[in-house]
């Protein structure tokens, strides 16, 4: 069984004498349920665990005094799955939390949008929110010998935990259609109300673009939308953790580039999915860019795993000197490029002359391991 990092975090929370509603959110089918029946297993008293997918279970639910009082009478934990389609699951949570101090909640969530809608302000000031990822590099704690392995699995399928633990390549693809196809599409078509043909039209476009900037001009152009409707469906997109945004980092010069954005998906094994493209990897030509994106989107998780607070840019001017990877957290400033295979081995010159006060490394495959790993 793989160690999921928020584990710890997340009991720690639920045993604090800072007492929060704990809110669990991430992608569908990345292990929240699993890692809810380990917490229960793990923690002394009574837990009763509820389904907000089950209409009997929603019917407990409700923000009403003695129902409430009737349902968490002698409970020590409330655990709440798929919490967003509890109706008023925001007043719920907040009336247990406000007079129920004896119990302590969890609740998951699989849309941050649509969670966040649901519970934003009645939580203010009660909550404390984990996200959970596909498993990370880090997680899979890979050894010298066996670094490669995990790199070109991330590359090519992703960290989907059930596609992990299946060996057969042909029903590895074949888990990860069905999840584009059953679960991917599920919260973003319920918010948007949107065909599927023009979402699947979009995401493809962002597929084949990994790595390059995206204009919402040319991508409401090919998926037949404006451009406003474009930018909308990217935030839902991000909101339910299929694609995280970059923008361009300026601070100092003229010719930095700032309006741009890069697309990156939170799990490559999806991108790959969308496009039907589980080729062999020295036979690609988008090596560079899934390279990129699979050590920009595991050097998140790796500091969230950290509890490190970072804002995430790339850096371009407009005579085409670029960097993969700008940082910037609490420390300062950090600029990293990446040089897994043939390319440029420094950072730009005008980078570190006008920024003198960063740190910049280079990415080797040598150094990866560092890189993604979560810090003692």
Not at 170 to 178: G, M, N, Q
Not at 242 to 261: D, M, P, T, Y
Not at 298 to 320: L, S, V
Request: proline share 4%; hydrophobic share 40%; charged share 30%.
């Amino acid at each position: 069984m793989i160690h999921r990092r928020l584990e710890p975090a997340i009991r720690g929370a639920l045993t604090s004498e800072r007492r929060k509603v704990v809110v669990l959110q991430g992608p569908r089918q990345v292990g929240k349920t699993t890692l809810l029946e380990r917490l229960v297993e793990g923690l002394d008293g009574r837990v009763e665990v509820l389904n907000g997918d089950f209409l009997d279970d929603q019917a407990l639910l409700r923000p009403e005094r003695a129902a409430l009082a009737r349902l968490v009478g002698g409970l020590d934990y409330l655990f709440i799955d798929e919490a967003q389609n509890v109706p008023d699951v925001g007043r719920v949570l907040k009336l247990l939390h406000d007079h129920h101090p004896q119990v302590r909640v969890l609740a998951t969530g699989s849309s941050s949008f649509d969670l966040n809608e649901r519970v934003g302000e009645p939580l203010t000031g009660r909550r404390q929110t984990f996200v959970m990822h596909p498993v990370s590099y880090g997680e899979l704690e890979p050894r010298p010998t066996t670094e490669s392995g995990v790199l070109e699995h991330g590359l090519l399928f992703g960290g989907y935990p059930e596609v992990l633990t299946i060996a057969d390549r042909e029903t590895k693809i074949a888990h990860l259609r069905e999840l584009v196809a059953d679960y991917l599409l599920k919260d973003i078509l319920h918010l948007v109300g949107t065909g599927r043909a023009r979402l699947y039209d979009l995401l493809r476009l962002l597929a084949l673009q990994l790595g390059s900037e995206a204009s919402l001009s040319e991508l409401a152009q090919g998926a037949k939308l404006d451009a406003k409707t474009v930018a909308r469906y990217l935030d839902l997109l991000e909101e339910c953790y299929v694609i995280v945004q970059l923008q361009g980092f300026s601070r100092n010069l003229r010719k930095e580039i700032r309006k741009a954005r890069k697309i990156y998906f939170v799990d490559l094994g999806i991108r790959n999915a969308i496009l039907q493209a589980f080729g062999p990897l020295e036979m690609r030509n988008d090596l560079g860019g899934l390279r990129e994106n699979y050590l920009i989107v595991e050097r998140m998780k790796r500091n969230a795993q950290a509890g490190i607070d970072a804002r995430y840019h790339f850096w371009r001017t407009y005579d085409q000197q670029e960097i993969d990877l700008i940082e910037e957290d609490q420390t300062g400033l950090h600029a990293f490029e990446f040089k897994l295979g043939r390319g440029r081995d420094s950072v730009p010159k005008l980078w570190r002359e006008t920024y003198p006060e960063s740190s910049t490394e280079v990415i080797t495959k040598a150094s990866l391991g560092e890189f993604l790993r979560v810090p003692e």
